[in-house]
């Protein structure tokens, strides 16, 4: 049975890497259909080369999660999706993208509507406002760019040390001496 928290502020929730789901759906999911529309409205995040990802499940209801306090999440790009079931309330909202996440001075509310989507940048604040009845489960996708995280870690604006890790790890390559791309002169050709 799955084990992992589905992260650090959710305690209600699933890994979908732990129902053996990623390779078989979310990475083609990422692949085929997201990144096409990642690249249009987020080239400054490495929306064209989003190549790994974490997704998750989570589930608010009144006796469990309740809402999600401010937060930006560990990645270039999110994809929330409503799972729905029977909720009121619940709103997410947005503030500005890498202030301090607590409090949040000004946000915009969003509905969110059982069976829709909404892609966000990961590190644009936000949160989720508390459940007033019933439950609201959601699909969670977070998007990253290894040729970004390479550069500058999102979390903590430093360069990365990488570690060996299992699966996607937090999105971070380390390219091999034997598979760093040939530069090519581009002025030799002319």
């Known amino acids: 049975m799955p084990k ?3 992260n650090t502020m959710n305690n209600y929730g699933v890994l979908l890497n732990e129902l053996g789901m990623d390779e078989t759906f979310i990475t083609p999911l990422r692949e085929k259909y ?3 529309i990642t690249a249009l409205l987020y080239p400054d995040l490495g929306g064209a080369c989003l190549d790994s990802h974490k997704a998750f499940v989570v589930k608010y ?3 469990e999660d309740l809402d999600l306090s401010s937060h930006y999440d560990n990645a270039e790009v999110t994809l929330n999706v409503s799972l729905g079931k029977d909720f009121t309330e619940g709103n997410l909202y947005f503030g500005d993208f890498s ?3 607590t409090p949040v001075p000004k946000y915009i509310e969003i509905e969110h509507v059982g069976a829709q989507g909404l892609l966000h940048r990961g590190g644009q ?13 959601n699909l969670i996708i977070w998007m990253r760019s290894s040729v970004v995280r390479n550069q500058l870690c999102p979390m903590c604006n ?9 699966g996607f790890g937090d999105g971070f390559t380390e390219t091999l001496e034997d598979d760093a ?4 002169n ?3 050709l002319w």
């Open 99 to 101: 202030q301090d996440p």
């Open 158 to 166: 430093k360069k990365p040390e990488l570690v060996e890790a299992e």
């Open 186 to 188: 581009l002025c030799s």
């Open 181 to 184: 791309p040939e530069t090519v």
């Open 125 to 137: 604040i936000h949160g989720a406002l508390p459940v007033a009845s019933g439950e609201r489960w």
């Open 34 to 36: 997201l990144r096409p």
């Open 61 to 63: 209801s009144l006796h």
């Open 4 to 6: 992992g928290r589905p």
